[in-house]
């Protein structure tokens, strides 16, 4: 019964999805709310277990982790750090510091601060990629500009999810910054290891075979995902360093085999967050994240100002559709709080400004002019 009712959630949001992808719209949106209308306390609940869902859940965010670790390479984050370090700051500052007072002010304390900081500031990659492919805006100067600040958001999880884990597990500031020591070590040696180019040499076994090599780097990304959890580090964090340290022909061929998953590895994380969020909570927490999400749309406006604004009207147009969108790393970071006194309300905020930002992009890219 449990497999013809997932069966039956996955076809109606497939058909749901194809009229997303044929008006080019996000098809984000569509999985939360099917998970809403399908989940516990939805219009039409599913039989599954709390466990399944987690488990769901995770498996998702560390494949999406694993998948966007194989998409850059040392060089390339290095040289995005380097590049427009004033921006890249700007970023941060601006976009960390909405989440972080409204948490203060709904009275979450460090904890929710720090962790609702992370919601409002990093941008989605899964959507920025697919939003690139939509508009046809692969290498515009404009897209360049902002992949870089996308970039240095995505390697801040490196730092940051093991540093919040840590401070959620043991509610402590100074254990956080222990783990910050314990983070900045890892990313910092599998960096190391990374520019020494030493990378998995040409094997036609493992490079000839399909599902020997789904199998491998799948297997693989759980694997390290489950040691890392061990030791109080981040399993998602974890994969992203797997992908981080497959390099040459192997990476390559990876990124090539796995990519046409993504999306479905991305239908799957957000539907079974929707899946374990009660539409109950809602209500109470529209406003706050309407408040996050006008200053959080606006703060993302000032950040794709600052990049191109020594570009045309067109270039910032494109910037604000990449920008804007929050998705994956927001949903994320709220399914980690989960467990908190806060969490279902934090989870609730969260769910509806990835919402807001989602349906504001989609909305925006329908009237904006690509030059």
Known sequence: ??????????LLLGVATYFAVKTKFSTVPIFLLGGLFFGNGGILPLSLSDDFLVTGAQIGGILLMLLLGLEYTTSEILDSIKVKK???????????LPGFLIAFLLGWGVLGAVALGGVSYVSSS???????????????????????????EDIFLAFYLPVLTSMIVTASFLAGLISLGVALSIVGLTVLLASKNLHIPKNSVILGDSATLLLTVFGGALLVAGLASLIGFSGAVAAFLLGLLLTGDFAAVARERLTPLR???????????????????????????????????????????????DLSKGSFQQSLVILVPRGEFSILIAGLVAGLFFGAEFQAVSILFVLFTTLFTSIFARFARFE
Not at 289 to 296: E, K, R
């Open 1 to 10: 019964m449990v497999l013809g009712e997932i069966g039956s959630v996955l």
């Open 86 to 96: 004033s921006l890249l700051f700007f970023d941060l500052s601006l976009n960390f």
């Open 263 to 309: 999306d479905l590895f991305a239908a799957i994380f957000f539907l079974f967050f929707g899946l374990s969020t009660n539409p109950a909570d809602l209500p109470s927490a529209l406003l706050p994240a309407l408040a996050l999400s006008f200053v959080g749309i606006c703060s993302k406006v000032a950040t794709a100002y600052l990049a191109t604004r």
């Open 126 to 152: 899964g959507i920025a990629a697919q939003s690139i492919k939509d508009y046809q805006l692969s290498g515009k100067e404009s897209v360049k500009r902002v992949i870089a600040v996308l970039v240095v």
